[in-house]
């Protein structure tokens, strides 16, 4: 989560991105992967708080063993406007393999309060 403010005196929109990282997964990953994102609209003076919530199924790929998994480790995350401009970072550890079932979660919630 994060608060998003608008400094200026106009009104102005603001696109929150979301990205992850797998610094420790078994095959080459990417440095940032896009997971989810939202546009705003800030007032002058105006601030709202973003929030996403990621399912795990968005942490899993094929691995080497051709199976469909997010591996146990350690799992960075990202907030900015841009993949070149990150504006907070964050990590956590996924304590075990998580295997997506048939119905998994294909999409980031977001709340802006």
């Known amino acids: 989560a ?11 929109d603001e696109v929150v991105q979301l990205y992850v990282q797998d610094p420790v997964a078994s095959v080459t990953r990417p440095r940032r992967e896009l997971k989810g994102f939202v546009r705003i609209t800030l007032e002058p003076g105006e601030s709202k708080r973003v929030s996403f919530a990621l399912p795990l ?8 063993d051709m199976q469909f998994v997010a591996e146990a480790g350690e799992f960075r995350v990202m907030i900015g406007s841009s993949s070149e401009d990150i504006r907070l970072e964050g990590k ?22």
């Not at 994060?2 to 102005?12: E, H, P, S």
């Not at 393999?97 to 977001?110: A, E, F, I, Q, S």
């Open 57 to 64: 199924d968005l942490l899993a790929y094929y691995a080497a």
């Open 92 to 113: 956590f550890d996924l304590a075990e393999d998580h295997r997506p079932g048939p119905g998994r979660r294909l999409k980031t919630d977001v709340s802006v309060a």
């Open 2 to 12: 994060c608060t998003v403010a608008n400094a200026g005196d106009r009104a102005g």
